[in-house]
């Protein structure tokens, strides 16, 4: 199997975890919803479940699927600026990104470890199972960022503005 397609096959199922993240998130409102006002006995799992699900959501796919095109961005000032007003901005500013992850990485490898003792109220889940997807993001965009840089350095730095 080639390293291109191995890497297809990865994010599809990247982009599955998601979409069954997503699936739970609603499962669990839907559930809670029907429990609270049809039932008349609320569920004290389902808001807790729905929480870590959107959590894992959110940040698997921003670690994981969506390229760093597709993040949001504010780029009125950025869009009236020549080409190589972009690329300098676009340099300078994952530079500051990269700066800020390497800034915070000690605290929040702390704060990682911290949560192995504390459990979720509810499901009794530990935080760290509740909170791995921002870890995984906190390790994979500083990568991306990085192969930003290193693409805006290079020859076909135009494509990837």
């Known amino acids: 199997m080639s390293f291109a397609r191995l890497m297809r096959k990865a994010a599809l199922a990247a982009d599955w975890a998601a979409g069954a993240a997503l699936f739970v998130v609603f499962a669990a409102l839907l559930a809670q919803t029907v429990m609270r006002y049809a039932l008349r006995s609320p569920l004290s799992t389902s808001q807790e479940l729905a929480m870590i699900a959107f959590i894992w959501f959110v940040f698997w796919l921003a ?5 760093l095109r597709e ?8 869009n009236a600026l020549p080409e ?21 990485m000690r605290a929040t490898w702390e704060y990682f470890q911290f949560l192995e003792f504390e459990k979720t109220a509810s499901l009794a889940i530990s935080y760290q199972i509740a909170f791995f997807p921002y ?4 390790a994979v965009f500083p990568i991306k960022i990085a192969v930003a840089i290193l693409s805006l350095l290079g020859r076909d730095w135009r494509e990837n503005l």
């Open 135 to 138: 870890f995984i993001f906190f």
């Open 84 to 104: 190589q007003g972009r690329r300098a901005v676009s340099i300078l500013v994952n530079l500051v990104y990269l700066g800020i992850f390497a800034w915070a």
């Open 63 to 67: 670690g994981t699927t969506i390229s």
């Open 71 to 78: 993040h949001i961005r504010f780029d009125v000032f950025y």
